[in-house]
């Protein structure tokens, strides 16, 4: 059974820091990228980062400079740490394999986790 579960969410200051973690299940994740993706209010879903299973991470415009990830192949985990957060990063964050993952060819995902950055 496919596992994706988010944690490390909450509320926070503009400026301040968190860090998002992600469990996945090992038959997928030792082969696979793997990425962040966030849906904000009213928006698309987009990917702002992502992590070969060896190599370098890439990020998207908006983040990059203020968010880190990073992966643990030993605990087939994955994580984001997100410093100077800014009130557009509110969103819900989700992890997925980078193409998302597919089970009976529909697009899945985990509860994701919700990060509100508000004074």
């Known amino acids: 059974q496919a596992q994706l579960v988010e944690s490390g969410g909450g509320l926070v200051q503009p400026g301040g820091s968190l860090r998002l973690s992600c469990a996945a299940s090992?038959?997928?994740?030792?082969?696979?990228?793997m990425g962040w993706y966030r849906q904000r209010p009213g928006k698309q879903r987009e990917r702002v980062a992502g992590?070969?299973?060896?190599?370098?991470?890439d990020y998207a415009d908006s983040v990059k400079g203020r968010f880190t990830i990073s992966r643990d192949n030993f605990k087939n985990s994955v994580y984001l740490q997100m410093n100077s957060l800014k009130p557009e990063d509110t969103a819900v964050y989700y992890c997925?394999?980078?193409?998302?993952?597919?089970?009976?060819?529909?697009?899945?995902w985990g509860q994701g986790t919700q990060v509100t950055v508000s004074s």
């Open positions: 997925n394999t980078i193409p998302v993952l597919t089970i009976n060819s529909r697009n899945y």
């Open positions: 090992e038959s997928f994740f030792s082969s696979n990228a």
């Open positions: 992590i070969p299973v060896v190599g370098s991470a």
